[in-house]
């Protein structure tokens, strides 16, 4: 008879463990990929043995076990193909081994496997290198991350950004093979390395967080899981990288903007704009967490980077009674200051919204007016939403809802789609 708590505690453990196991079976074969399909091997036992066995004493122990011994089979595996190899080579008159030989297996695998701190850290931190590695496209990185870091399931992922599970899956698959072909090794980079790649392990991070937090299509404007899961990877990367100022920031970033959520959402699912949000409805504990994040980012006096002048802007909003009561005059020069550091449009159209908001939507407009021009923005719904708020502020009705229509048009998220056709229906 099978224990349904059994699959139920396989999860629980793979959520926490698997980016511990996988790094811990990629330093023990020298293969990434390898290390990633040997984990999943070890899951999909552990899925058919504890429920009717029972949970073993040192879960991640058993599965890390199991891993070590798919790996010392496909090790003996491989050895004996070489030797066949190297008789058929000889037979050939050509002699020698066609293929590299195979590591030793170690003795003394048990379940009670004794996990080393710092060996752990090191696994962790390397394998998010490995999967934020810049030879992989962004969707690769960001499928990668959440697979053998996160512990997401292909499905998981899938249904988190609408797509396909064989596309997710092929993501993985092509990712582990390009990693492969770049012979990319499985360790912590050099001081120097970790530098240049940082931004790209942070950039996963945050876009596995912007997604989580404004879905860019679909039904529900924020998916709650995807967003939790980028912010325990930033406070993973937090401690494991306690010296680098942009990391706090990041995270400053991530608990400012989640603490909002629990006042984004009406009863009906309905997205609540900032300025009908209640604010007793914010979370406090996340508002403290990221006001220390981002204090302990600029107290290392290297200056804050593009996250961390975003954190910095959050904290305006998390700290202010009212729309109205809001330092928008230090919003304006933040934003000015990210836009010199990091320029994108986007950048560009909430500076607009913030000097709309300091100095009146007259003197917002022109910086509207010129994202329009440069085309930058054509296929998002958030420029034309602007132009139309700032337009319905002039009294400008007409144009505004041509505007509205069109953002409407170009909206993917169901629920944002409706704010905006509400808002055409109050314009009459």
């Given at each position: 008879?099978?224990d349904?708590?059994?699959?139920?505690?396989?999860?629980?453990?793979?959520?926490?463990?698997s980016?511990?196991?996988?790094?811990?079976?990629?330093?023990?074969?020298?293969?990434?990929?390898?290390?990633?399909?040997?984990?999943?091997?070890a899951l999909?036992?552990?899925?058919?043995?504890?429920?009717?066995?029972g949970?073993?004493?040192?879960?991640?122990?058993w599965?890390?076990?199991?891993?070590?011994?798919?790996?010392?089979?496909?090790?003996?595996?491989?050895?004996?193909?070489?030797?066949r190899?190297a008789?058929?080579?000889?037979?050939?008159?050509?002699?020698?081994?066609?293929?590299?030989?195979?590591?030793?297996?170690?003795?003394?695998?048990?379940?009670?496997?004794?996990?080393d701190?710092?060996?752990?850290?090191?696994?962790?931190?390397?394998?998010?290198?490995?999967?934020?590695?810049?030879?992989?496209?962004?969707?690769?990185?960001?499928?990668?991350?959440?697979?053998?870091?996160?512990?997401?399931?292909?499905?998981?992922?899938a249904?988190?950004?609408?797509?396909?599970?064989?596309t997710?899956?092929?993501?993985?698959?092509?990712a582990?093979?390009t990693?492969?072909?770049?012979?990319?090794?499985?360790?912590?980079?050099?001081?120097?390395?970790?530098k240049?790649?940082?931004?790209?392990?942070?950039?996963v991070?945050?876009?596995?967080?912007?997604?989580?937090?404004?879905?860019?299509?679909?039904?529900?404007?924020?998916?709650?899981?995807?967003?939790?899961?980028?912010?325990?990877?930033a406070?993973?990367?937090?401690?494991?990288?306690p010296?680098?100022?942009?990391?706090?920031?990041?995270?400053?970033?991530?608990?400012?903007t989640?603490?909002?959520?629990?006042?984004?959402?009406?009863?009906?699912?309905?997205?609540?704009?900032?300025e009908?949000?209640?604010?007793?409805?914010?979370?406090?504990?996340?508002?403290?967490?990221?006001?220390?994040?981002?204090a302990?980012a600029?107290?290392?006096?290297?200056?804050?980077?593009?996250?961390?002048?975003?954190?910095?802007?959050?904290?305006?909003h998390?700290?202010?009674?009212?729309?109205?009561?809001?330092?928008?005059?230090?919003?304006?020069?933040?934003?000015?200051?990210?836009?010199?550091?990091?320029?994108?449009?986007?950048?560009?159209?909430?500076?607009?919204?913030?000097?709309?908001?300091?100095q009146?939507?007259?003197?917002?407009?022109?910086?509207?007016?010129?994202l329009?021009?440069?085309?930058?923005l054509?296929?998002?719904?958030?420029?034309?939403?602007?132009?139309?708020?700032?337009?319905?502020r002039?009294?400008?009705?007409?144009?505004?809802?041509?505007?509205?229509?069109?953002?409407?048009?170009?909206?993917?998220?169901?629920?944002?789609?409706?704010?905006?056709?509400?808002?055409?229906?109050?314009?009459?």
């Amino acid at each position: 008879m099978t224990d349904p708590t059994g699959r139920e505690a396989v999860a629980a453990v793979w959520r926490i463990e698997s980016a511990r196991i996988v790094g811990a079976l990629a330093r023990y074969t020298s293969d990434f990929a390898l290390a990633e399909d040997l984990a999943q091997e070890a899951l999909a036992e552990a899925l058919v043995t504890w429920p009717r066995e029972g949970v073993p004493r040192n879960p991640a122990g058993w599965l890390l076990t199991v891993g070590r011994r798919r790996a010392i089979d496909a090790f003996r595996r491989r050895s004996a193909l070489d030797e066949r190899y190297a008789a058929l080579a000889r037979d050939l008159g050509e002699g020698g081994v066609l293929s590299g030989s195979a590591p030793a297996a170690p003795a003394g695998d048990t379940e009670d496997v004794l996990w080393d701190p710092d060996q752990i850290d090191d696994d962790v931190l390397a394998l998010m290198f490995v999967s934020c590695h810049p030879v992989l496209s962004r969707e690769a990185r960001v499928a990668l991350t959440l697979r053998v870091v996160g512990g997401l399931t292909s499905d998981e992922i899938a249904k988190a950004f609408l797509v396909p599970t064989a596309t997710v899956q092929a993501r993985i698959t092509r990712a582990k093979k390009t990693l492969g072909a770049a012979k990319v090794p499985f360790a912590v980079p050099t001081a120097e390395e970790r530098k240049a790649r940082l931004g790209s392990v942070l950039n996963v991070v945050y876009l596995i967080f912007t997604e989580g937090s404004s879905a860019s299509s679909g039904e529900d404007l924020l998916r709650f899981d995807l967003a939790g899961e980028a912010q325990r990877l930033a406070r993973v990367l937090a401690r494991l990288v306690p010296d680098e100022p942009e990391v706090h920031g990041l995270l400053a970033l991530l608990e400012l903007t989640a603490a909002r959520f629990p006042a984004r959402i009406g009863p009906d699912g309905e997205p609540v704009l900032l300025e009908h949000q209640d604010r007793r409805r914010w979370d406090r504990s996340a508002i403290r967490r990221g006001r220390a994040a981002l204090a302990h980012a600029e107290r290392m006096g290297r200056g804050l980077g593009a996250y961390g002048l975003q954190a910095a802007i959050a904290e305006c909003h998390a700290v202010a009674p009212s729309v109205e009561a809001t330092n928008w005059d230090r919003i304006v020069l933040l934003y000015e200051a990210l836009g010199r550091l990091a320029p994108s449009p986007v950048v560009d159209l909430n500076r607009a919204v913030a000097v709309s908001m300091a100095q009146g939507p007259a003197a917002a407009l022109p910086i509207v007016d010129e994202l329009v021009t440069s085309d930058a923005l054509a296929q998002s719904h958030l420029l034309p939403s602007v132009r139309g708020e700032l337009l319905v502020r002039l009294g400008r009705t007409d144009e505004a809802r041509g505007e509205l229509e069109r953002a409407a048009e170009l909206c993917r998220n169901e629920r944002e789609r409706s704010v905006l056709e509400r808002k055409l229906a109050d314009l009459g």
